[in-house]
T-cell receptor, first 110, second 113 residues
């Protein structure tokens, strides 16, 4: 069953920050938030994951609210190559599969 | 380093036939998972294998089966193909059985006619 809610689509101007929201109001204490993206005709690509602290890597930042019921993936300077479907996934510790849902289609506009 | 490789990239089969899809994980990765992605949907989990043992199975009929070989490569078999089996089949590999960071291949596009 889907545990996350994401907007179906978003646009972002090239060079601006892309902020992709995700609601996961039923998240449990042992569940992580994962983000993957899928560029057209490619397999999904791991972006970042976190439990309760904010996380940053070379691709993106993940901001998780204090109550952990929502999160935001931030692409600090979106480029045209960031156009993709972005999936927010909640996964329990010990779970061995990823439930993708339908994601957010991000379009970066020149 | 080579990423996850899948073969073939495209395949057309007739209803009722059987198909075998292949996946080679990233070197050193012992976990392989299979996903089905129909047009317009996110990938759906089919199987996970770790160290040649099945570790997880999604909600798919028994027509779907898989195995993992001693070199950690994997095959997905689908028998008695239906039109609804037309999809992109994705393989993902990871170092650990929990797929903390799963790396996906480009997929095999199966069309059943």
């Amino acid at each position: 069953d889907a545990k996350t809610t994401q907007p179906p689509s978003m646009d972002c101007a090239e060079g601006r920050a892309a902020n992709l929201p995700c609601n996961h109001s039923t998240i449990s204490g042992n569940e992580y938030v994962y983000w993957y993206r899928q560029i057209h005709s490619q397999g999904p690509q791991y972006i970042i994951h976190g439990l309760k602290n904010n996380e940053t890597n070379e691709m993106a930042s993940l901001i998780i609210t204090e109550d952990r019921k929502s999160s935001t993936l931030i692409l600090p300077h979106a480029t045209l190559r960031d156009t993709a479907v972005y999936y927010c996934i909640v996964r329990a510790t010990g779970a061995n599969n990823l439930f993708f849902g339908t994601g957010t289609r991000l379009t970066v506009i020149p | 380093d080579a990423g996850v490789t899948q073969s073939p990239t495209h395949l057309i089969k007739t209803r009722g036939q059987q198909v075998t899809l292949r996946c080679s994980p990233i070197s050193g990765h012992k976990s392989v998972s299979w996903y089905q992605q129909v047009l317009g949907q996110g990938p759906q989990f089919i199987f996970q294998y770790y160290e040649k043992e099945e570790r997880g199975r999604g909600n798919f009929p028994d027509r779907f089966s898989a195995r993992q070989f001693p070199n950690y490569s994997s095959e997905l078999n689908v028998n008695a193909l239906l039109l609804g089996d037309s999809a992109l089949y994705l393989c993902a590999s990871s170092l650990d059985p929990l797929n903390t960071e799963a790396f996906f291949g480009q997929g095999t596009r199966l069309t059943v006619v």
